[in-house]
């Protein structure tokens, strides 16, 4: 970590990003510590139930961002077979996927 904040819209934070500062809502109320962990769930109640559009989060080199991206991508993607694991096709099939998220995450 290199101690810069970056204010990012909430539909781009990496899952497993830390809040860089304490976060308050419009009238000043405490919403969450600053070096919480942020994930999918927390970032859509920040959205739609406080209305927040814009964390700060810890700034990160690209290497550690990319692989928390693979890890979310394996994460989705191991929820979305997860009854399907003994079938050749949808391993063949969530494999395809895998690679086109994880070339997705890089550009």
Do not use: I
């Not at 101690?3 to 860089?20: D, I, Q, S, W």
């Not at 942020?38 to 559009?53: A, F, I, M, N």
């Not at 991206?69 to 694991?85: G, I, P, T």
């Not at 099939?93 to 086109?100: F, G, P, V, Y």
Request: with cysteine.
């Amino acid at each position: 970590m290199t101690g810069a904040v970056v204010y990012k819209p909430l539909a781009m934070v990496v899952p497993g990003e830390r809040l860089a500062k304490d976060l308050f809502d419009e009238q000043g109320s405490l919403l969450m510590n600053a070096g919480v962990a942020l994930d999918e769930r927390t970032c859509r109640r920040l959205q739609q139930v406080c209305g927040v559009k814009c964390v700060p989060v810890e700034a990160v080199d690209a290497a550690v961002r990319l692989q928390a991206r693979r890890a979310a991508v394996d994460r989705s993607l191991e929820h979305l077979f997860r009854h399907w694991r003994y079938s050749q096709a949808m391993n063949h099939l969530r494999a395809l996927l895998a690679n086109h998220r994880r070339e997705m995450a890089r550009g």
